[in-house]
């Protein structure tokens, strides 16, 4: 047997090689279209697609400036009369409305005064009524009746002036505020002019900016403007109320200033915060 296989030419192997091959594609064949009908059947996905409209829009051209709150309004009292301190009706931090009395010097001096004074004008007015029923009867010459009616005159101006000077002796709020620093204690000496008191109005706010000269150009009286701070939950928008005619030289930039409220007294002069400020429109 292995002398035939020996003795085999080489046409029968390539014979043998060309049955084989058809074999395996007869094999292949029968697979694939199984195969085909596989690949057919499975599911195909879809992807949702959707379309948006491109719209053309103008764009804000926004600056973000610092601005810093200042207090609307604060004033430093001083006493009108000199004398020493007997009386304190506020401390440091207290809020006080316009009218209340803060301070009063010793007025005693000054209240003999205006005693006198009104001693002096009820003597007069009596004078002058019996000056009267004299001239009825012609006792009393004109001139005579004249001079007592020129020092009645006198004596109540006197009377105004005393009461102005016992007056003075009080200090009073001239607002509604709070009183940020209060300098004189009880006992203490004080002389016209020193301040004494200082006091914040705090129910309203000034939002300060300083702007760069090539912005200045659109800021303008009564526009809106927002204020953003670190730790407010809530913008604050206030209104410009005031806008610098000339810059500061050092800066170059232009002082703006806006009115806002400020409910609760929540924003406090020295806070710092950030302003959109909108140039123009592209």
Same mark, same amino acid.
């Given at each position: 047997?292995?002398?035939?296989?020996?003795?085999?030419?080489?046409?029968?192997?390539?014979?043998?090689?060309?049955?084989?091959?058809?074999?395996?594609?007869?094999?292949?064949?029968?697979?694939?279209?199984?195969?085909?009908?596989?690949?057919?059947?499975?599911?195909?996905?879809?992807?949702?697609?959707?379309?948006?409209?491109?719209?053309?829009?103008?764009?804000?051209?926004?600056?973000?400036?610092?601005?810093?709150?200042?207090?609307?309004? $604060? @004033?430093?009292?001083?006493? *009108?009369?000199?004398?020493? /301190?007997?009386?304190? &009706?506020?401390?440091?931090?207290? !809020? #006080? %409305?316009?009218?209340?009395?803060?301070?009063?010097?010793?007025?005693?001096?000054?209240?003999?005064?205006?005693?006198?004074?009104?001693?002096?004008?009820?003597?007069?007015?009596?004078?002058?009524?019996?000056?009267?029923?004299?001239?009825?009867?012609?006792?009393v010459s004109t001139s005579d009746h004249e001079n007592m009616a020129t020092q009645k005159q006198m004596a109540e101006v006197a009377v105004r002036q005393a009461h102005v000077d016992l007056d003075r002796c009080s200090l009073v709020s001239?607002?509604?505020?709070?009183?940020?620093?209060?300098?004189?204690?009880?006992?203490?000496?004080?002389?016209?002019?020193?301040?004494?008191?200082?006091?914040?109005?705090?129910?309203?706010?000034? $939002? @300060?900016?300083?702007?760069? *000269?090539?912005?200045?150009? /659109?800021?303008?009286? &009564?526009?809106?403007?927002?204020? !953003? #701070? %670190?730790?407010?939950?809530?913008?604050?928008?206030?209104?410009?109320?005031?806008?610098?005619?000339?810059?500061?030289?050092?800066?170059?930039?232009?002082?703006v200033e806006a009115v806002a409220p400020n409910p609760g007294r929540q924003l406090k002069p020295g806070v710092i915060g950030k302003v959109p400020f909108t140039r123009r429109i592209v």
């Open positions: 047997m292995l002398d035939r296989l020996k003795t085999m030419s080489r046409g029968s192997w390539t014979l043998l090689a060309a049955l084989g091959c058809i074999m395996a594609g007869i094999v292949v064949l029968a697979i694939l279209p199984k195969e085909k009908e596989e690949l057919k059947e499975a599911p195909r996905q879809s992807i949702p697609v959707k379309t948006v409209p491109v719209l053309m829009t103008d764009l804000p051209d926004v600056a973000i400036y610092p601005a810093r709150v200042e207090a609307e309004r $604060l @004033v430093r009292m001083a006493a *009108e009369q000199s004398g020493r /301190v007997v009386w304190l &009706g506020a401390e440091k931090g207290a !809020v #006080v %409305t316009n009218g209340q009395l803060l301070l009063k010097v010793d007025d005693r001096m000054f209240a003999a005064t205006a005693d006198r004074a009104a001693a002096m004008l009820k003597q007069v007015t009596d004078d002058l009524a019996r000056m009267e029923e004299l001239r009825k009867s012609g006792a001239v607002m509604n505020g709070l009183i940020e620093e209060r300098a004189v204690e009880v006992g203490e000496y004080v002389n016209p002019g020193v301040p004494l008191f200082t006091l914040v109005a705090l129910d309203s706010v000034k $939002l @300060v900016l300083d702007i760069p *000269e090539p912005d200045i150009f /659109v800021a303008r009286t &009564g526009q809106t403007i927002d204020f !953003v #701070v %670190t730790g407010l939950r809530d913008v604050v928008t206030g209104r410009v109320a005031f806008v610098a005619s000339v810059a500061d030289p050092r800066s170059n930039t232009f002082r």
